[in-house]
């Protein structure tokens, strides 16, 4: 057997392995605790989304200069997501404080 078809016929069987499997995506969504309804509404349909796709969302709570001495708004805004999509995600981590900056991070429900 020729050596090049041998690589050749390796490197067809490496990409069909790949193609099977399916890695994991993190979306992002940024909101601040001053977030008006309707960009709120903007990111609750984009978690949707990105639920529906079987990826995982990590969302931000972004605190700008005074806005951190009021940390339970933006708490109330990830518990607030939370309870909205709680027939479709899974709470994997939070909501918690990481810098200036509260994070949760959801990840599709099993159907």
């Known amino acids: 057997m020729d050596y090049s078809q041998y690589i050749y016929n390796q490197n067809k069987l490496e990409k069909k392995a790949k193609k099977g499997?399916?890695?994991?995506?993190?979306?992002?969504?940024?909101?601040?605790?001053?977030i008006s309804e309707h960009d709120?509404?903007?990111?609750?349909?984009?978690?949707i989304r990105f639920l529906?796709?079987?990826?995982?969302?990590?969302?931000?709570?972004f605190f700008r200069g005074r806005e951190i001495t009021h940390?339970?708004?933006?708490?109330?805004?990830?518990?607030r997501m939370c309870a909205e999509l709680k027939d479709i995600a899974i709470v994997d981590h939070g909501p918690v404080?990481?810098?200036?900056?509260?994070?949760?991070?959801?990840?599709?429900a099993k159907k």
């Not at 499997?21 to 001053?34: G, H, I, W, Y």
């Open 71 to 79: 940390p339970d708004v933006g708490l109330a805004l990830l518990r």
């Open 40 to 47: 709120y509404q903007v990111r609750y349909r984009a978690a």
């Open 97 to 108: 404080f990481n810098g200036p900056a509260a994070i949760m991070i959801l990840s599709p």
């Open 21 to 34: 499997t399916k890695t994991n995506v993190l979306k992002e969504l940024k909101m601040s605790p001053k």
């Open 52 to 61: 529906e796709k079987s990826n995982k969302v990590k969302v931000v709570v």
